[in-house]
């Protein structure tokens, strides 16, 4: 299962763009890469999926480099709301992922 | 329902209690999922349902811990004689169970053994 690496926290200030990097130096070719935002008292709630390229939504958008080794959650123009912890799991959903283990993820401080 | 439904929300108990927890997932989805949550950590894989069947219990931290679906709905999350260490919140999600599709979670049950 590939394991994941993430910076434990962050710090922004409402407006910014914020773009959080996790590395999967081990990631299978198989394996999705998926990111969960969670806020205290909550269970997490999935934000973006991708597997190469650019993915972008609503919310946020996920970049991803060819090699795949790497990945990089982008939210845009931050508010207070998005102050939580974010996640990113590698895997696939129909071998691996359940076994997962979501480690301490980031956790995010937006400020006024 | 709408969306994945725990109860309770909160436990106390004492040690050596047993205490059942419950997860409603959303209808129609084939997985489902229990994890664990200390205090500030993250999320600690327990047990993952396809259907009824468990194909993976190795997250189980003990033998007092068990849990089992039916109907391809509701699960249920046992722990057996309880002790300090056990509390935590006991997060459930299901899926539709396809390859990459995304986890719904529930919020929880915080337990707490005094």
């Known amino acids: 299962l590939a394991k994941t690496t993430q910076p434990i926290s962050m710090d922004s200030y409402e407006g910014q763009e914020v773009n959080i990097t996790c590395s999967h130096n081990?990631?299978?070719?198989?394996?999705?890469i998926t990111w969960y935002q969670q806020f205290p008292s909550q269970g997490p709630r999935f934000i973006i999926q991708g597997y190469k390229t650019k993915v972008t939504n609503e919310v946020a958008s996920l970049f991803i480099p060819a090699d795949r080794k790497s990945s990089t959650l982008s939210l845009p123009r931050v508010s207070l709301s998005d102050t939580a912890v974010y996640y990113c799991l590698v895997g696939d959903t129909l071998t691996g992922f359940q076994k997962l283990v979501f480690g301490t993820g980031t956790r995010l401080l937006v400020s006024p | 329902g709408a969306g994945v439904s725990q109860s309770p929300s909160n436990k106390v108990t004492e040690k050596g209690k047993d205490v059942e927890l419950r997860c409603d997932p959303i209808?129609?989805?084939?997985?489902l999922y229990w994890y664990r949550q200390r205090l500030g950590q993250g999320l600690e894989f327990l047990i993952y349902f396809q259907g009824n069947s468990a194909p993976d219990k190795s997250g189980l931290p003990s033998d007092r811990f068990s849990a089992e679906r039916t109907g391809e709905s509701v699960s249920t999350l046992t722990i057996q004689r309880t002790q300090q260490e056990d509390s935590a919140v006991y997060l459930c999600?299901?899926?539709?169970?396809?390859?990459?599709?995304?986890?719904?979670f529930g919020s929880g049950t915080q337990l707490s053994v005094l």
């Open positions: 209808s129609g989805h084939t997985a």
């Open positions: 081990n990631i299978a070719t198989n394996d999705y």
């Open positions: 999600a299901s899926s539709l169970g396809d390859r990459g599709e995304k986890l719904f």
